[in-house]
């Protein structure tokens, strides 16, 4: 039995306060909507499907679920996600509800749903736009039965995309693939964001209020060292656009005064205070130093305010390509001003370097952690959201909070993960893609090294930069030259090319150009020659195919990539996307399996989150079995995948009071940070 799911809701926080309509039908029988804002709302019914876990709940995204829940309502059974459908058949496909029920249904939905100023209104009939934060003021009007007949006719076509797209993994042979490997998924996400991970916020005040102080320094220092008015935005484009690539700039500003100051100003000017030391005669440059600050030139004058500009020399540097947008190809107006395209032209400049390497880390731990978890923490716990189709590999993404690019090593990601506290047991595999690599391409010297239970980073290290002491870190560098080698090693399981490297390297502190990093790579083929056989074997498969698979069986489409051999630009993305979907995808599939097992063998120690390769449990002291349990991890996590592995795979499960008892990588947080700024391509 299948519960087809749409909700309307007054806002995003799941609360009784704020549901206002229930749409659901059972199978293929009549749609119903539950008028919640109703005195006594007839919710028996609703409430014994979304509890009886034989009832298979079926929503676009599973937001309708979440919300019931966070309500009050039970939520049991399996959750199909038809975006998670839509996703399987095709990755490269959006995955919005309109789109989808157009490109497979031929229904066009209807859109009088908007959303305006943080408000969500919707379109009745007549045009006139409701409030549905005000619902109250039109429930007894016409435009709220419209309202529900938008609703009855969402979950209508909810269910006619679920049996088309039903249809096409079939013909496509998927649906195997999509019940066993990612319907359980959905589930395990659903009750790992319910779950939510313990914060302590006056421990977060104290961190934000630590990391404002270095934040307002390396401003002050950026503007004090480039010449800036305090009015400049580094978090500007058009303004760092100007200042960085030009040998002067002008930036217009607006001086905001009392009035009576701007009356004074306007006087002097006009040469109407006979009292006034200014010079007589208008003279915008040199009159009205009292007021106007040196190198700000007066445009116009307002009741309070001084409208002008400033006049500045900039760094004169080369500029950057503009971004292109990875899923449409756009490409866009100005110059980026990314960290890793600025670090990868242009790592020597001082400047640039304290920007990229140190202010933009403080305002990202600011605006993006510290100051966004008191606003979201509920009960002294952050709930975050994890998208399963946030990846064409099949990795999770996450959002409110972005888990996966939360600062992982040194002493401010240590501070950050020290936020979290509780009973936890916290479990990561070692070196996950690199086993993958070793396996899948059968290289003598990573599978020797895996079996021999060394360390591949120290040896690459050695091969590529000599005799020296691998954990030294060298003068101009902020890591070691086993950090820069792990970088590398890393690199090679995203596909990543000489441009991709020098960005990741330069971002960590290792100030590397694109010709060096090239040299690494030539080295690192030399030294690896079997994996880079394997590769070569790789995306000859790609192109002959249009596609290339995991070990799980999930397909990663190409065929686009490789269409227009001319340009060569697109050819190398799908290259590189080729060895990256097979040994990210590959991983993303042991995460996956090893999470579905272990939410059904040990329900008592459940999961919290999923950062990379690394799990997060939390556990009840009474009735945790250290040794038991920690074993039950630790073997499902290596050996629950199921694949024929060359090397063995480590996945080290441990008892921590916080997450900063064991860290992240910080060489995914940079790969990632350089991955979002792409080659910018929507292939497929």
């Not at 795979?649 to 008892?661: N, R």
Request: proline residues 4%; glycine residues 8%; charged residues 25%.
């Amino acid at each position: 039995m299948k519960l087809y799911l749409d909700i309307e809701t007054a806002s995003l926080v799941g609360s009784m306060d704020d549901l206002l309509l229930i749409g659901c039908a059972v199978d293929d029988g009549p749609v119903h909507v539950i008028d919640v804002t109703d005195p006594e709302p007839d919710l028996f019914m609703v409430r014994r499907l979304l509890a009886d876990p034989t009832v298979t709940k079926v929503s676009h995204t599973y937001f309708d679920e979440r919300f019931l829940a966070e309500a009050g309502f039970q939520v049991a059974g399996d959750i199909v996600d038809t975006k998670v459908m839509a996703w399987v058949l095709n990755e490269n496909t959006p995955l919005d509800l309109d789109w989808l029920t157009w490109r497979y249904a031929q229904v066009e939905m209807d859109k009088r749903l908007r959303r305006s100023g943080g408000h969500v209104y919707f379109e009745a009939d007549d045009g006139v736009r409701h409030d549905l934060a005000e619902w109250q003021t039109w429930h007894d009007t016409d435009a709220w039965q419209q309202f529900q007949d938008y609703n009855r006719r969402d979950v209508a076509a909810l269910r006619t995309l679920e049996q088309e797209l039903l249809t096409r993994l079939d013909e496509a042979e998927w649906t195997d693939y999509w019940l066993n490997e990612e319907v359980p998924y959905t589930r395990v996400l659903f009750d790992m964001e319910r779950r939510g991970l313990p914060i302590d916020l006056e421990a977060t005040a104290q961190l934000e209020a630590e990391v404002a102080v270095e934040h307002d320094q390396l401003k002050a220092e950026l503007l004090d060292e480039g010449g800036l008015p305090e009015s400049f935005n580094l978090n500007s484009q058009p303004q760092l656009v100007a200042y960085l690539f030009s040998r002067v700039c002008t930036l217009n500003d607006v001086l905001v005064y009392d009035v009576e100051t701007v009356q004074c100003l306007k006087s002097c000017l006009d040469g109407e205070h006979e009292d006034c030391d200014f010079a007589e005669g208008i003279d915008y440059f040199n009159c009205v130093v009292d007021f106007l600050p040196e190198g700000f030139t007066l445009d116009k004058l307002g009741r309070d305010r001084v409208h002008g500009h400033w006049t500045v020399k900039g760094r004169g540097l080369r500029a950057t390509p503009p971004p292109v947008n990875k899923v449409t190809g756009e490409v866009g107006k100005l110059p980026s001003t990314s960290s890793p395209e600025l670090l990868y032209a242009h790592a020597s400049d001082p400047w640039v370097r304290k920007l990229c390497t140190e202010y933009r880390k403080t305002e990202k731990l600011l605006t993006t952690y510290l100051r966004k978890f008191p606003a979201i923490a509920r009960g002294g716990r952050i709930y975050g959201h994890y998208n399963q189709t946030g990846t064409v590999t099949g990795r999770l993404s996450s959002f409110d909070p972005n888990m996966q690019n939360m600062p992982a090593r040194g002493d401010r990601g240590k501070k950050v993960r020290s936020l979290f506290v509780g009973n936890f047991v916290i479990a990561d595999y070692d070196q996950l893609e690199m086993r993958i690599m070793a396996s899948l391409s059968g290289d003598h010297r990573l599978v020797q090294v895996f079996q021999n239970g060394q360390d591949p980073h120290e040896m690459l290290a050695s091969a590529i930069f000599g005799d020296v002491d691998v954990l030294e870190v060298p003068r101009g560098a902020a890591c070691s030259y086993r950090d820069a080698a792990k970088t590398l090693n890393y690199a090679m399981g995203y596909g990543a090319g000489r441009r991709k490297v020098a960005q990741t390297l330069s971002l960590l502190g290792w100030p590397t150009s694109v010709d060096v990093a090239g040299g690494y790579l030539d080295e690192m083929e030399r030294f690896y020659h079997t994996l880079f056989e394997w590769k070569g074997q790789l995306i000859a498969e790609a192109h002959n195919k249009g596609h290339v698979s995991t070990l799980g069986g999930r397909r990663r489409r190409l065929r686009l990539a490789f269409k227009d051999t001319a340009n060569w630009k697109l050819v190398g993305y799908g290259e590189r996307q080729a060895v990256n979907a097979v040994v990210q995808g590959t991983a993303a599939d042991i995460i996956r399996r090893a999470m579905v097992q272990l939410d059904t063998a040990i329900p008592w120690v459940p999961m919290l989150a999923q950062v990379h390769d690394e799990l997060v449990f939390e556990y009840d002291p009474d009735t945790f079995i250290a040794p038991v349990d920690l074993g039950v991890i630790q073997s499902i996590g290596e050996k629950g995948h199921g694949f024929d592995l060359a090397v063995p795979l480590v996945f080290e499960p441990a008892v921590a009071t916080s997450w900063a008892d064991k860290g992240g990588s910080a060489v995914h947080e940079a790969l990632e940070e350089v991955a979002d700024v792409g080659d910018g391509s929507g292939v497929g």
